[in-house]
T-cell receptor
Framework: AQTVTQSQPEMSVQEAETVTLSCTYD???????LFWYKQPPSRQMILVIR??????QNATENRFSVNFQKAAKSFSLKISDSQLGDTAMYFCAFMKKEYGNKLVFGAGTILRVKS | KAGVTQTPRYLIKTRGQQVTLSCSPI?????VSWYQQTPGQGLQFLFE???????NKGNFPGRFSGRQFSNSRSEMNVSTLELGDSALYLCASSLELTGVGTEAFFGQGTRLTVV
């Protein structure tokens, strides 16, 4: 079974600064996907960024980028130029690349952006 | 394009009762997954439906069931409600079933409170 661990329950960052959220996972699979989802107080889960395990290049989406270390089973999220609207719970998630869209989530990290 | 719609948004039920939650996926999406979110257990996968058939199931008791209709809309039913069933229930829709890195789009959830 796959497990996803987010070791930082809460983090704070000043507006315009950079913050990195950590995520490690455990799997025996070779083909899989990793995701970061954001859940603001509105509860709407929003996909932030996606990484395919077979791609060595780290994914980027505007101010969001990941550091994917497959051998170390690490998948951290870097948020640059943090904005107040980035305040949310962030979940790291794993999906096997096979039959089905089942996501295995970490416990989440609450990120607070301060002005 | 309309997003994933979950109804109702809030629900209060009494122990022992049963409840039905509804999810309308994004038009054209054929896979619907359900997740339970609680402060203690985090986000846990309940089940996934595709083409009116359950394709994946999480580790929940048989009191939790679901179904999918020919228009891809899905319902989730919980019978003999327990206090521990109080949670946010999230529905996610995906375009297809097979693992092509399909993005899961989430609804805003149904907040169920069992008293």
């Amino acid at each position: 079974a796959q497990t996803v661990t987010q070791s930082q329950p809460e983090m704070s960052v000043q507006e315009a600064e950079t913050v990195t959220l950590s995520c490690t996972y455990d799997t025996s699979e070779n083909n899989y996907y990793l995701f970061w989802y954001k859940q603001p107080p509105s509860r709407q889960m929003i996909l932030v960024i996606r990484q395919e395990a077979y791609k060595q290049q780290n994914a980027t989406e505007n101010r969001f980028s990941v550091n994917f270390q497959k051998a170390a089973k690490s998948f951290s999220l870097k948020i640059s130029d943090s904005q107040l609207g980035d305040t949310a719970m962030y979940f790291c998630a794993f999906m096997k690349k096979e039959y089905g869209n089942k996501l295995v989530f970490g416990a989440g990290t609450i990120l607070r952006v301060k002005s | 394009k309309a997003g994933v719609t979950q109804t109702p948004r809030y629900l209060i039920k009494t122990r022992g009762q049963q409840v039905t939650l509804s999810c309308s996926p994004i038009s054209g999406h054929r896979s619907v997954s359900w997740y339970q979110q609680t402060p203690g257990q985090g986000l846990q996968f309940l089940f996934e439906y595709f083409s009116e058939t359950q394709r994946n199931k999480g580790n929940f008791p048989g009191r939790f069931s679901g179904r999918q209709f020919s228009n891809s809309r899905s319902e989730m039913n919980v019978s003999t409600l327990e206090l521990g069933d109080s949670a946010l229930y999230l529905c996610a829709s995906s375009l297809e079933l097979t693992g092509v890195g399909t993005e899961a789009f989430f609804g805003q959830g149904t907040r169920l409170t069992v008293v």
